[in-house]
């Protein structure tokens, strides 16, 4: 009986909303209430469960989707699971923006710039080998399982979907203050790897398959190295242009709301004039919240700085939760299950060649970069990439995503809705793999580094110090320095002769020395900032 009142109150609701009900609203109404009841749920759910050492807010905020989109299914006879289908649109446009700029905004630069070759050779190389092994993979073994009905543009783009992976689960384990270098690698890869995964997926859709042959691959590669520089380039600019408005007009003289609104507004203009111009709104977004946090956080009052602060990680905070719970809710959408004309033996082999395809496209990369970057870099330079730390940061990307979902969507739906059956098992299959990946990865990722990595005080790591008193630190740069430091042909040559030294030995040490003598005489006198010492 009450099952049966329940299902009558939610359909009578529905109905009333359709039909512009009390205050005229719309069936939109009962998705937002829906939405942001769960979301309360999710946050005290996840509040309780903080300590547990195996379920963490994702993976509650996934199961809490599941349950509820089950509950609305059972009410509704599955009449309104249309209410819970995954848009991509709202997840690229409204949602994902404040979590990628948070991550600019928050991310230590330090690290982050320190290990900038790696993380880039692991976020960028490494997509592109993860995409190949996929793609080829998907190719060879999908026709074998009696599935192989897609396009050579399909492929491709199969492998940028399953690429793109999601570091939230291993960064809420991974202590920041013991493990500096792996935190700032498995973060600054994570970003990097959604951004280069969206761009080349972008790529990839611009092909023409009668033109795959011959100049295809340096066509994806020209199109991808075009819009990632653009792409930095755009939200480096506004980035720098909001700190100038800032320091040059200060709005904190008359109002700090004025102030974080600013910041806020510019940012996601960032995002969305990327998005007009065909970039990548992500790599935009991120480089501008870098840059807002190296200069234009300084512009603003004591208040404004600590409330932007808090509003970018509340959003972010929201957001994160919000997808999980999104991913969730759409797997119980049954129009998708429907469309697809798979059988159970078929959709198991291709969810179990993807997961293979994950394992072997992550490890392909994982290990031989972090090898190679440990040889590049001398004792000196930097702590080595030990093999614990590799398995940590070939696990912690083992997780897929809304990223990858939303890109599914994009291309094998329209609006969200497909009746083509090949397509929809395509769907359903990446709603698997991405279920699979963080409940049951999930799950093993905080015993794993506890097993891995186990608890231990901070040590100074070598090749960190970037106090006044490090000797290496002592030496000129010629280009800095003062007339009177300049005078004489012989103090410039062994300057000029130190310097390069100094670059072969330690090169990223040198590289950022160079850079902030440069940003305090030059970039901060413009667009603000505090002098490094």
């Not at 446009?93 to 710039?113: D, E, H, S």
């Not at 033109?211 to 939200?235: H, P």
């Not at 082999?349 to 590049?376: K, Y």
Request: glycine share 8%; charged share 15%.
């Amino acid at each position: 009986m009450a099952a049966t009142a329940a299902a009558a109150w939610w359909e009578a609701m529905v109905a009333a909303t359709a039909v512009g009900g009390t205050g005229g609203s719309s069936p939109t109404v009962v998705s937002i209430c829906v939405f942001t009841a769960v979301l309360c749920l999710c946050l005290v759910a996840g509040h309780l469960l903080e300590e547990n050492k195996w379920v963490n807010e994702s993976i509650t905020a996934l199961i809490i989707g599941c349950l509820i989109g089950a509950i609305i299914s059972l009410l509704t006879k599955g009449k309104q699971s249309h209410i819970m289908r995954f848009d991509e649109q709202l997840f690229f446009i409204y949602v994902l923006p404040p979590i990628i700029f948070n991550a600019g905004f928050q991310v230590k630069k330090k690290q982050f710039f320190h290990n900038f070759m790696t993380i880039m050779s692991f976020g960028v190389f490494g997509v592109f080998i993860s995409v190949a092994i996929v793609s080829a993979g998907c190719y060879w073994l999908f026709p074998k399982v009696g599935f192989g009905k897609l396009n050579a543009v399909d492929y491709l783009a199969l492998g940028a979907i399953f690429s793109s992976t999601d570091t939230v689960c291993t960064l809420q384990v991974i202590n920041q203050d013991e493990t500096p270098r792996l935190y700032s690698l498995v973060f600054g890869e994570g970003v990097v790897n959604d951004a280069t995964a969206v761009v080349l997926f972008n790529a990839i859709k611009n092909l023409n398959i009668s033109q795959l042959k011959g100049g295809a691959v340096l066509k994806v590669i020209s199109d991808f190295l075009y819009l990632f520089a653009t792409s930095t380039i755009l939200g480096i600019s506004i980035g720098l242009s909001t700190a100038y408005v800032l320091k040059a007009l200060y709005l904190g003289r008359h109002s700090t709301d004025r102030e974080v609104a600013l910041m806020a507004l510019m940012a996601y203009l960032s995002y969305m004039l990327a998005e007009l111009l065909e970039l990548s709104g992500i790599l935009t977004v991120f480089f501008c919240g870098i840059v807002m946090s190296h200069y234009a956080w300084h512009n603003v009052t004591a208040s404004s700085r600590i409330t932007t602060k808090h509003i970018f990680a509340t959003l972010s905070f929201i957001a994160e939760t919000f997808i999980f719970l999104y991913v969730g809710m759409d797997a119980l959408d049954i129009d998708k299950w429907k469309t697809s004309k798979a059988s159970f033996k078929t959709s198991i082999s291709l969810f179990g060649i993807i997961i293979l395809l994950v394992l072997l496209g992550r490890a392909a990369f994982v290990f031989p970069i972090s090898i190679l970057s440990n040889n590049m870099s001398g004792s000196s330079e930097r702590t080595p990439i030990t093999f614990k730390h590799q398995v940590v940061i070939w696990w912690a990307g083992l997780m897929r995503g809304a990223v990858s979902i939303a890109l599914a969507y994009n291309q094998f739906t329209f609006s969200g809705v497909t009746s083509d059956p090949v397509h929809a098992t395509i769907i359903t299959s990446t709603i698997i793999v991405v279920f699979f990946t963080t409940l049951v990865f999930g799950f093993l990722t905080r015993p794993l580094i506890s097993a891995m990595l186990p608890h231990h005080s901070r040590a100074p790591s070598r090749g960190h110090s970037t106090g006044s008193n490090s000797p290496k630190d002592d030496f000129t740069l010629p280009f800095f320095s003062t007339d009177e430091e300049a005078s004489g042909s012989g103090i410039v040559l062994e300057q000029a002769k130190r310097s390069i030294s100094m670059l072969l030995e330690r090169p990223v040490h040198t590289v950022h020395i160079y850079w902030r003598k440069f940003d305090d005489r030059f970039m901060r006198p413009i667009f603000g900032g505090p002098q490094s010492h």
